[in-house]
């Protein structure tokens, strides 16, 4: 009797996993390169202290140098002699495609659940990072292709494309001029929940009152009435100028 030999089984290699702390920094830089800010190892970790506590992520400098050495063993990242940090071809996207999950679950459970806006970054970070492809494909199209998040920043890979009009922070928007709130700041829940309280949301009219620089505020009228916003706050809201009559988008 002959005994045929045993076919060879071959099992597939597990696909390469990014850990959930490199997520956060790519995400981080990310969001540095979006907005056009030095990726240094000083801004990354202003930009990592606003994480969520429950992230679990180290924020001291020498943390921070560390896990950036982690990555850049992993192909993720460089680190040029200026200190500035760069992301590889495959760091990019693996920051767009944690920022995508992100922002697609902020969407899910604002627009979906029904979540008060100010707690959905907080609820994305517990869910990003357990988002596979398929889900996040169906998230998506649920959603029906979204092209930015609650608070008007861009998903990445969503077909995007910036509003016509001129990109200045409240703090630099001068005295009369109205503008639309293009963008708020997601990270911090007290601030977030002032601006949203006082009608400063994405698509919302803002006019600047009174700058008052001298005094560290400036007051500003929504249709929600008139209200005042230290200037710290205020550099971190984005607004653009509304097309006038006579205007081609």
Same mark, same amino acid.
């Given at each position: 009797m002959t005994t045929k030999p045993k076919a060879k089984t071959t099992r597939a290699k597990p696909s390469e996993r990014i850990s959930t702390a490199a997520e956060n920094y790519l995400q981080s830089l990310f969001k540095l390169n979006e907005e056009g800010l030095r990726a240094t190892p000083g801004n990354l970790a202003e930009y990592i202290r606003r994480l969520p506590v429950g992230e679990g992520v180290g924020t001291s400098l020498p943390s921070i140098l560390g896990m950036l050495r982690r990555m850049a063993k992993e192909g993720l990242v460089t680190i040029p002699a200026n200190k500035e940090v760069e992301l590889t071809p495959k760091g990019r996207q693996a920051a767009e495609s944690i920022a995508r999950r992100?922002?697609?679950?902020? %969407?899910?459970?604002?627009?979906?659940?029904?979540?008060d806006?100010?707690?959905?970054?907080?609820?994305?970070?517990?869910?990003?990072?357990?988002?596979? $492809?398929?889900?996040?494909?169906?998230? %998506? =199209?649920?959603?029906?292709?979204p092209t930015t998040n609650p608070f008007g920043r861009p998903i990445p890979g969503s077909g995007y494309q910036a509003p016509p009009g001129t990109i200045v922070s409240l703090a630099d928007a001068p005295e009369g001029s109205a503008y639309v709130v293009d963008r708020i700041p997601e990270e911090d829940p007290e601030l977030l929940q002032?601006?949203?309280?006082?009608?400063?949301? $994405?698509?919302?009219?803002?006019?600047?009152?009174?700058?008052?620089?001298? %005094?560290?505020?400036?007051?500003?009228? =929504?249709?929600?009435?008139?209200?005042?916003?230290?200037?710290?706050?205020?550099?971190?809201?984005?607004?653009?100028? $509304?097309l006038q009559n006579g205007d081609s988008a």
């Open positions: 992100h922002r697609l679950a902020e %969407r899910l459970v604002v627009d979906i659940l029904g979540l806006l100010y707690r959905a970054h907080i609820e994305a970070h517990r869910l990003e990072h357990a988002i596979s $492809p398929e889900l996040e494909e169906c998230i %998506r =199209t649920r959603l029906g292709n002032f601006l949203i309280d006082h009608g400063v949301v $994405p698509e919302a009219t803002v006019t600047v009152i009174d700058q008052g620089k001298y %005094r560290g505020v400036l007051v500003f009228k =929504t249709e929600s009435g008139e209200n005042a916003l230290g200037y710290d706050a205020a550099r971190f809201v984005w607004m653009r100028t $509304p």
